[in-house]
């Protein structure tokens, strides 16, 4: 029972209210309801149902019956970018493998219901992706298994365990990052922590101005905030096309032509002098006397470029 009350609204027993038990109420009438009407359109119009039987070597034969539902333009979508993946990631499989998989699919579809815990549809990944690869599963039990010791703080040896693994990944990343040394790499309980840390230590003074893409986390846009209104940063906004999501360069070479990132305002009119005085540098004239884009821009004299990739998939 209580299963079944955390699958319908999400919440156990323990902690329901007076609100949780209703809301129970009307969702199982409401499943009721459309099983009676798929039961009776099912049994007036048989024609019309799609039968398919799937029987996979080591498991029992299944039989499912549904309504040939006509596909909507999202599903149609769908069924395109399947085939499409299917034609270009399975070019190399053979005939019998590409059949197969199109079994577990089928599989899958019909086996895992709408609204089933393992059907969840995820779409915070800004905060922490999920599901994750199973791989990362594996590798956080066979840790707390067998290597959880206090890293760094003991010499009993499954602290000297973790902290050899802590030093190798330190020093893989280095390297995979073209970090100049592995001591350059920090580890941080979150992202957000280690966001937080970068840039309110980032020494930013008045008017020195500061970048932010138009989906910037939370993790950014709220320190950068502080920044603003207790120190004086200028904040401007990165600008991209609102149908496209591609980069407007070209604004944005002007942009940091105008304001160089990470400079105040009286340093950059220097700048701007120095750099027309002397005709080079990053911010040479290219055609029409408009300053050239030589893809370096936060590589300027006083500009850091903060890249974020907390919401990737590890996979």
Not at 39 to 44: F, G, I, T, V
Not at 94 to 115: K, M, Q, W
Not at 205 to 233: A, C, I, K, M, W
Request: proline share 7%; glycine share 10%.
């Amino acid at each position: 029972m209580d299963r079944l009350a955390h699958c319908i609204v999400g919440l156990p027993l323990r902690d329901w209210s007076d609100e949780t038990e209703e809301s129970f109420c009307h969702r199982l009438l409401d499943v009721k309801a459309r099983i009676e009407r798929e039961l009776q359109a099912r049994a007036e119009a048989p024609e019309h149902l799609i039968e398919v039987t799937l029987r996979v070597p080591g498991q029992d034969t299944q039989r499912f019956q549904f309504h040939n539902a006509d596909l909507s333009p999202a599903g149609r979508l769908l069924l395109e970018n399947l085939k499409g993946t299917l034609d270009i990631v399975g070019r190399a499989l053979s005939p019998d493998e590409r059949r197969r998989i199109a079994v577990a699919f089928l599989d899958y579809v019909l086996n895992h219901r709408r609204g089933g815990p393992m059907t969840v549809m995820y779409l915070d990944n800004a905060a922490t992706t999920y599901p994750k690869p199973a791989c990362v599963y594996e590798a956080a039990d066979a840790f707390y298994r067998e290597w959880g010791g206090n890293a760094g703080r003991g010499a009993n040896p499954l602290a000297k365990r973790g902290a050899q693994l802590i030093a190798e990944t330190r020093a893989a990343l280095a390297e995979w990052l073209g970090a100049p040394a592995p001591k350059r790499v920090l580890f941080r309980p979150s992202a957000t922590i280690a966001l937080n840390m970068v840039i309110l230590g980032a020494d930013l003074g008045r008017d020195d101005v500061v970048y932010v893409t138009p989906f910037e986390h939370n993790s950014v846009l709220r320190p950068v905030e502080h920044l603003r209104q207790t120190v004086g940063v200028q904040v401007r906004e990165i600008p991209f096309d609102r149908q496209t999501y591609a980069c407007q360069l070209e604004r944005l070479e002007a942009m940091f032509w105008a304001e160089p990132p990470g400079v105040g305002r009286r340093d950059a009119r220097q700048q701007r002098l120095r750099g027309d005085a002397a005709g080079g540098g990053d911010r040479a004239p290219g055609p029409g006397g408009q300053p050239r884009c030589r893809g370096r821009c936060g590589r300027r004299p006083g500009g850091r470029a903060l890249p974020a990739a907390a919401s990737g998939r590890p996979d």
